[in-house]
Protein backbone atom coordinates (compact mmCIF):
# COMPACT_ATOMS: atom_id res chain seq x y z
CA UNK A 1 0.00 0.00 0.00
CA UNK A 2 1.18 3.21 -0.94
CA UNK A 3 0.19 6.87 1.19
CA UNK A 4 -2.58 7.52 -1.57
CA UNK A 5 -4.09 3.90 -0.82
CA UNK A 6 -4.93 4.54 2.91
CA UNK A 7 -8.13 5.47 4.34
CA UNK A 8 -8.71 9.60 5.58
CA UNK A 9 -8.02 8.66 8.77
CA UNK A 10 -4.71 7.00 8.93
CA UNK A 11 -1.52 8.76 7.55
CA UNK A 12 1.99 7.97 7.07
CA UNK A 13 4.91 10.05 8.57
CA UNK A 14 8.56 9.08 8.74
CA UNK A 15 7.05 6.05 6.97
CA UNK A 16 5.39 4.86 9.81
CA UNK A 17 1.32 4.73 9.95
CA UNK A 18 -0.34 7.01 12.41
CA UNK A 19 -4.60 7.53 12.85
CA UNK A 20 -6.00 10.63 12.17
CA UNK A 21 -7.70 11.22 15.04
CA UNK A 22 -8.72 14.97 15.58
CA UNK A 23 -8.74 18.07 13.44
CA UNK A 24 -9.48 21.38 15.18
CA UNK A 25 -9.73 25.41 14.07
CA UNK A 26 -8.92 28.76 16.08
CA UNK A 27 -12.50 30.48 15.04
CA UNK A 28 -10.92 33.46 15.81
CA UNK A 29 -7.44 34.93 14.09
CA UNK A 30 -4.48 34.87 16.32
CA UNK A 31 -2.49 38.31 15.94
CA UNK A 32 0.22 37.81 13.67
CA UNK A 33 1.95 41.34 14.39
CA UNK A 34 2.45 39.84 18.24
CA UNK A 35 3.10 35.75 17.26
CA UNK A 36 5.57 34.88 14.86
CA UNK A 37 5.22 31.40 13.32
CA UNK A 38 6.62 29.59 16.18
CA UNK A 39 4.88 31.00 18.82
CA UNK A 40 1.51 30.57 16.49
CA UNK A 41 2.40 26.44 17.14
CA UNK A 42 3.04 26.55 20.78
CA UNK A 43 -0.13 28.51 20.89
CA UNK A 44 -1.91 25.48 19.27
CA UNK A 45 -0.05 23.36 21.35
CA UNK A 46 -1.40 24.45 24.51
CA UNK A 47 -4.87 24.97 23.16
CA UNK A 48 -5.10 20.72 22.13
CA UNK A 49 -2.47 18.89 22.24
CA UNK A 50 -1.89 18.04 26.08
CA UNK A 51 -5.53 17.15 26.08
CA UNK A 52 -5.58 14.95 22.99
CA UNK A 53 -2.69 13.34 24.15
CA UNK A 54 -3.94 11.96 27.36
CA UNK A 55 -7.41 10.73 25.88
CA UNK A 56 -6.11 8.31 23.23
CA UNK A 57 -2.80 7.20 24.51
CA UNK A 58 -4.12 4.53 26.78
CA UNK A 59 -6.10 2.91 23.46
CA UNK A 60 -3.56 3.57 21.09
CA UNK A 61 -1.19 1.62 22.82
CA UNK A 62 -3.20 -1.58 22.35
CA UNK A 63 -2.90 -1.44 18.77
CA UNK A 64 0.94 -2.02 17.77
CA UNK A 65 0.77 -1.58 13.97
CA UNK A 66 0.02 2.28 14.86
CA UNK A 67 2.94 4.29 15.49
CA UNK A 68 0.66 6.85 17.18
CA UNK A 69 -1.93 10.05 16.46
CA UNK A 70 -2.09 12.87 14.21
CA UNK A 71 -4.17 15.92 15.39
CA UNK A 72 -3.89 18.63 12.93
CA UNK A 73 -5.02 22.30 13.41
CA UNK A 74 -5.81 25.15 11.17
CA UNK A 75 -4.92 28.09 12.49
CA UNK A 76 -5.89 31.91 10.82
CA UNK A 77 -3.88 34.82 11.86
CA UNK A 78 -3.65 38.44 10.43
CA UNK A 79 -1.65 41.70 11.54
CA UNK A 80 -3.93 44.27 12.53
CA UNK A 81 -1.76 47.12 10.99
CA UNK A 82 -1.82 45.65 7.73
CA UNK A 83 -5.07 44.45 6.44
CA UNK A 84 -3.76 42.08 3.81
CA UNK A 85 -1.96 40.15 6.13
CA UNK A 86 -4.70 37.34 6.17
CA UNK A 87 -2.91 33.60 6.42
CA UNK A 88 -4.41 30.57 7.25
CA UNK A 89 -1.94 27.69 8.20
CA UNK A 90 -1.90 24.16 8.98
CA UNK A 91 -0.44 22.47 11.99
CA UNK A 92 0.42 18.82 12.63
CA UNK A 93 1.16 17.08 15.47
CA UNK A 94 2.49 13.41 14.90
CA UNK A 95 2.54 11.97 18.29
CA UNK A 96 4.12 8.71 19.19
CA UNK A 97 2.15 6.03 21.37
CA UNK A 98 5.17 5.50 23.35
CA UNK A 99 5.94 8.70 24.05
CA UNK A 100 1.95 10.07 24.57
CA UNK A 101 1.69 7.02 27.22
CA UNK A 102 4.87 8.38 28.83
CA UNK A 103 3.19 12.00 29.10
CA UNK A 104 -0.02 10.34 30.05
CA UNK A 105 1.45 8.57 33.09
CA UNK A 106 2.91 11.90 34.21
CA UNK A 107 6.23 10.13 33.38
CA UNK A 108 7.33 13.31 31.14
CA UNK A 109 5.91 17.23 30.88
CA UNK A 110 5.11 19.13 27.93
CA UNK A 111 8.78 20.50 27.13
CA UNK A 112 9.89 16.56 26.94
CA UNK A 113 6.74 15.57 25.08
CA UNK A 114 6.91 18.38 22.46
CA UNK A 115 10.57 17.05 21.74
CA UNK A 116 9.49 13.62 20.57
CA UNK A 117 6.59 14.90 18.69
CA UNK A 118 7.28 15.50 14.83
CA UNK A 119 5.90 18.81 14.29
CA UNK A 120 5.11 20.63 10.89
CA UNK A 121 3.38 23.53 9.54
CA UNK A 122 1.90 24.70 6.32
CA UNK A 123 0.98 27.91 4.94
CA UNK A 124 -1.64 26.31 2.26
CA UNK A 125 -4.76 23.78 4.24
CA UNK A 126 -5.89 22.93 0.67
CA UNK A 127 -2.53 21.06 -0.89
CA UNK A 128 -0.65 21.10 2.48
CA UNK A 129 3.53 20.83 1.98
CA UNK A 130 4.94 20.10 5.09
CA UNK A 131 7.32 22.23 6.69
CA UNK A 132 9.32 20.50 9.86
CA UNK A 133 9.24 22.88 12.90
CA UNK A 134 10.79 22.71 16.34
CA UNK A 135 8.97 24.30 19.42
CA UNK A 136 9.95 25.39 22.48
CA UNK A 137 6.76 25.07 24.50
CA UNK A 138 8.22 25.78 27.70
CA UNK A 139 9.74 29.27 26.78
CA UNK A 140 6.63 30.30 24.59
CA UNK A 141 3.78 29.35 27.29
CA UNK A 142 4.00 32.93 28.60
CA UNK A 143 4.10 35.12 25.96
CA UNK A 144 1.03 33.73 23.60
CA UNK A 145 -1.31 34.98 26.62
CA UNK A 146 -4.52 37.06 24.80
CA UNK A 147 -2.84 37.53 21.66
CA UNK A 148 -6.20 36.92 19.52
CA UNK A 149 -6.72 39.81 17.08
CA UNK A 150 -8.68 42.69 18.54
CA UNK A 151 -11.95 43.52 16.70
CA UNK A 152 -13.22 46.93 17.36
CA UNK A 153 -15.18 47.88 20.76
CA UNK A 154 -18.67 47.98 20.92
CA UNK A 155 -20.27 50.08 23.61
CA UNK A 156 -22.86 47.82 25.44
CA UNK A 157 -25.51 50.41 27.33
CA UNK A 158 -27.93 49.76 29.87
CA UNK A 159 -30.89 50.15 27.04
CA UNK A 160 -29.13 47.53 25.05
CA UNK A 161 -29.39 45.08 27.85
CA UNK A 162 -33.30 45.67 28.31
CA UNK A 163 -35.01 42.05 28.15
CA UNK A 164 -32.10 40.26 28.46
CA UNK A 165 -32.17 38.19 31.38
CA UNK A 166 -28.88 36.33 32.81
CA UNK A 167 -28.19 32.44 32.99
CA UNK A 168 -28.60 30.58 36.08
CA UNK A 169 -25.52 28.41 36.73
CA UNK A 170 -25.98 24.85 37.08
Known sequence: LG????????????GKIYALLARHAFTEPLDSGRLDRRARGVR???????????RWAGALSAVPELAGAVLIATV?????ANKKSKLVEEWRFA???????SFSRGEIMDSDLASRV???VSSDPKQPSWTSV??????????????????ANVDVRDED???????EDP
Not at 44 to 54: C, H, I, K, R, S
Open 44 to 54: VWEEWVPQFTA
Open 134 to 151: TLDVEDELTRTEGVEVQR
Open 95 to 101: IPTSAAS
Open 3 to 14: PDDLPPTVTVVD
Open 161 to 167: LLGVEDE
Open 76 to 80: PSEDP
Open 118 to 120: RIE
